[in-house]
């Protein structure tokens, strides 16, 4: 069974930076590309970063690009997002999200989400 | 930018079928958009329904179906139960590693 497990949210004033990890069981978590998914209070679902497998590929929105910096330490089945510069706009869920597929992503990685973890808040706020 | 557009809300009575859709403001969405659906409930995280177009993830009921029509994804329900009443999201592949979600459909049943 496949389980993620975010971990790392919290409150932080802004400017701030946060490191959010996600733990993963139940998959060869390298064979996978994945993914950080956000959604602020009241709001929708926002995409937020992926990796490829083997980590030599990130993407982001470009509205997050310089802020947001996603990687994976395979050895220890586990995703990191790291975020700095945080605004009050990005106070959301924070979710861990396992793609279908994905260890060898390049210019094109066309794995959507499968499986998402429970989410961890952050809270940007004086 | 590109939108991604769904219907902010939809009503269905108990038992019945609805169809919900997923556009894009420029353009048809098509197989190469991957479109996929998410079911949420307030609380709760999302739970994948659909991939790949008309993939059901595992233990999804039969009940749920996806498709293409005409220009749009499409994420139909028949038999609706009152269960059923959450807030549903597609998500579409734009390219070079680009996922962009749709606002989401809140769906009631009534």
Same mark, same amino acid.
């Given at each position: 069974?496949?389980?993620?497990?975010?971990?790392?949210?919290?409150?932080?004033?802004?400017?701030?930076?946060?490191?959010?990890?996600?733990?993963?069981?139940?998959?060869?978590?390298?064979?996978?590309?994945?993914?950080?998914?956000?959604?602020?209070?009241?709001?929708?679902?926002?995409?937020?970063?992926?990796?490829?497998?083997?980590?030599?590929?990130?993407?982001?929105?470009?509205?997050?690009?310089?802020?947001?910096?996603?990687?994976?330490?395979?050895?220890?089945?586990?995703?990191?997002?790291?975020?700095?510069?945080?605004?009050?706009?990005?106070?959301?869920?924070?979710?861990?999200?396992?793609?279908?597929?994905?260890?060898?992503?390049?210019?094109?990685?066309?794995?959507?989400?499968?499986?998402?973890?429970?989410?961890?808040?952050?809270?940007?706020?004086? | 930018?590109?939108?991604?557009?769904?219907?902010?809300?939809?009503?269905?009575?108990?038992?019945?079928?609805?169809?919900?859709?997923?556009?894009?403001?420029?353009? #048809?969405? %098509?197989?190469?958009?991957?479109?996929?659906?998410?079911?949420? !409930?307030?609380? *709760? @995280?999302?739970?994948?329904?659909? +991939?790949?177009?008309?993939?059901?993830?595992?233990?999804?009921?039969?009940?749920? #179906?996806? %498709?293409?029509?005409?220009?749009?994804?499409?994420?139909?329900? !028949?038999?609706? *139960? @009152?269960?059923?009443?959450?807030? +549903?999201?597609?998500?579409?592949?734009?390219?070079?590693?680009?996922?962009?979600?749709?606002?989401?459909?809140?769906?009631?049943?009534?």
């Amino acid at each position: 069974e496949v389980h993620l497990l975010e971990s790392g949210g919290g409150l932080v004033q802004p400017g701030g930076s946060l490191r959010l990890s996600c733990a993963a069981s139940g998959i060869t978590f390298s064979s996978y590309a994945m993914s950080w998914v956000r959604q602020a209070p009241g709001k929708g679902l926002e995409w937020v970063s992926t990796i490829g497998g083997y980590g030599g590929a990130t993407y982001y929105p470009n509205s997050l690009r310089g802020r947001f910096t996603v990687s994976r330490d395979n050895s220890k089945n586990t995703l990191y997002l790291e975020m700095i510069s945080l605004r009050a706009e990005d106070t959301a869920i924070y979710y861990c999200a396992k793609n279908l597929g994905g260890a060898y992503c390049g210019g094109d990685c066309p794995y959507p989400i499968d499986y998402w973890g429970q989410g961890t808040l952050v809270t940007v706020s004086s | 930018q590109t939108v991604v557009t769904q219907e902010p809300s939809f009503s269905v009575s108990p038992g019945g079928t609805v169809t919900l859709t997923c556009g894009l403001s420029s353009g #048809s969405v %098509s197989n190469n958009y991957y479109p996929s659906w998410y079911q949420q !409930t307030p609380g *709760q @995280a999302p739970r994948t329904l659909i +991939y790949n177009t008309n993939t059901r993830s595992s233990g999804v009921p039969d009940r749920f #179906s996806g %498709s293409i029509l005409g220009d749009k994804a499409a994420l139909t329900i !028949t038999g609706a *139960q @009152a269960h059923d009443e959450s807030t +549903y999201y597609c998500l579409l592949y734009m390219g070079s590693g680009f996922w962009v979600f749709g606002g989401g459909t809140k769906l009631t049943v009534l």
